[in-house]
DNA sequence: GCATGATCATGC
DNA sequence: GCATGATCATGC
């Protein structure tokens, strides 16, 4: 006898699968493989090649040593979960542990494809995505960039989990966003950043993959529905691993309310109000101003006493603070993360740390506007996401350009002092440019060929946003 | 007057 | 110590 057989869960009973599961906490993907086989190293060794899960382009591979060597049935390929008869779905799925010991998901949770035909005549609750998506037993895998092979991987927590009532309203009118989006034919279009828990996430074999979709004839990039990265750290933070961090929520008890509308009509309840009487308002008081003040009171009008929210943080939803002058110019630019000219050079735009970032992340732009007596008020808000164009030929043009410039080495003139480089200016492309963030001169990273420069990152030209404001705010 | 380079300052 | 929001300052 060469493997071992002996299934001691019932396939149909959640818990039970979820109690068998837990026998791999603490073990290594190897350990798995060899708990499967009979001490014999030699039918160890073929079994192992056999199956070639050290083969990192496998995906889904560590899913299925989980499902063939620990629950011993044959994955399946189709769109039931995997445990049918319990409609659980198992998902074995990498997290880390960052710089500041906090955990993070490593990867967005992919549940179904789109099949962009069929999903447009399914209804959420008795969708594909729902019946695989409600009911997911995680096996969490600690994800160690220093560990080559990846069967050294160790599992640290296992799971069964079904997102709350409060989620799945909000997954929800994710679910339904993406349908309409694919029902106006703008399939090809669609966008991780357009929604807030739930994905639309690329998943392509290569990056020219494409599918046809029912109501447009451009082509879309395959993609399958998952819950997005923030919302899988979220997750592990508050239900896999209990710890101390909590978050204020938005929606307390309002129920069947969509909730960007519900965020949008709560601050602009406060339109016009300056930035003091709003401090009034919601009694906040200082000696010096704080840098983040008109965020802060963003946070208060919401009824958040501290400057996170539970939503926004799932939702990857980032903040951005907008001043109007009454000239109805916007004077500066908006920053993002710095990037280390060493990592971007290695970069393929596909997978760009900026591309990514615009691409997942959703914002919410909040407007204030100087009036007449240059007094600060409050405008209102929108939603936004950048959109496919601009960010597919404008953005794409600018880092490809950065790319570029930072292998044929920067250009530096000093004149007077300052330096001039040759990056990507605001001059050159109507939506993004190339321009310092950094605390001061001594504040650098290193260019591939040696030399010390103060930190960069991309910038959104002051005009575009302007150009994608709401004009009601003017 | 605005684009570009530079840096301040808070908060984690 | 660093990330990041915010804004200054110079010169074209």
Not at 61 to 71: K, R, S, T, V
């Amino acid at each position: 006898m060469v493997y071992k057989h002996d299934n001691d869960y019932d396939e149909s009973n959640p818990i039970s699968i979820e109690n068998h599961a837990k026998k791999l906490i603490g073990k290594t993907f190897y350990d798995v493989v060899k708990d499967y086989v009979e001490v014999d190293t030699q039918i160890f060794k073929e079994t192992e090649l056999a199956y070639n899960y050290e083969n990192k382009k496998r995906k889904g591979g560590l899913g299925q040593l989980i499902e063939e060597c620990h629950f011993h049935y044959a994955c399946n390929n189709d769109s039931k979960p995997d445990f049918d008869k319990a409609g659980v779905e198992l998902k074995v799925t990498p997290y880390k542990i960052n710089k500041n010991k906090s955990l993070s998901a490593k990867e967005r949770l992919i549940i179904t494809m789109i099949d962009y035909f069929s999903v447009i005549n399914e209804k959420f609750e008795e969708s594909h995505l729902w019946s695989k998506g409600n009911l997911i037993l995680l096996v969490y895998y600690l994800y160690e960039k220093e560990i080559s092979n990846r069967l050294n991987y160790r599992i640290n927590y296992v799971k069964l989990f079904s997102p709350p009532n409060k989620d799945i309203r909000i997954i929800k009118q994710d679910y339904e966003k993406i349908i309409n989006k694919i029902k106006a034919g703008k399939a090809h279009e669609l966008s991780e950043s357009d929604t807030l828990y739930l994905g639309a996430a690329p998943k392509a074999a290569t990056s020219k993959d494409r599918r046809r979709q029912p109501f447009s004839d451009e082509l879309a990039k395959p993609r399958a529905f998952a819950y997005k990265n923030s919302y899988m750290t979220y997750v592990l933070n508050n239900y896999i691993v209990p710890n101390v961090t909590t978050y204020e929520t938005i929606m307390k008890d309002v129920v069947d309310v969509n909730f960007e509308d519900y965020v949008v009509n709560k601050i602009e309840s406060f339109s016009n109000f300056s930035v003091d009487e709003l401090c009034k308002v919601f009694e906040v008081k200082y000696k010096r101003k704080p840098k983040n003040l008109e965020a802060m009171l963003i946070y208060r009008i919401l009824g958040i006493k501290g400057n996170q929210a539970e939503e926004f943080v799932k939702a990857n939803i980032v903040i951005k603070t907008i001043r109007l002058n009454s000239n109805n110019k916007i004077k500066e630019s908006m920053s993002f993360p710095t990037f280390k000219f060493k990592e971007l050079v290695k970069e393929d735009w596909e997978d760009s740390s900026f591309g990514n970032y615009l691409r997942e992340t959703r914002f919410l732009f909040v407007v204030y506007k100087f009036d007449e007596n240059q007094v600060l008020r409050l405008r209102g808000c929108q939603f936004w996401n950048v959109p496919y164009r601009d960010l597919n030929e404008e953005v794409y043009s600018v880092w490809k350009k950065t790319k570029q410039v930072i292998v044929d080495g920067l250009q530096i003139i000093n004149r007077n002092g300052r330096n001039y480089n040759n990056f990507p200016k605001a001059s050159e492309n109507p939506v993004c440019h190339v321009r310092p963030h950094a605390q001061n001169a001594n504040d650098t990273y290193e260019l591939p060929d040696g030399r010390q420069y103060p930190k960069q990152c991309f910038w959104l030209n002051s005009n575009y946003i302007l150009s994608q404001l709401n004009k009601k705010f003017l």
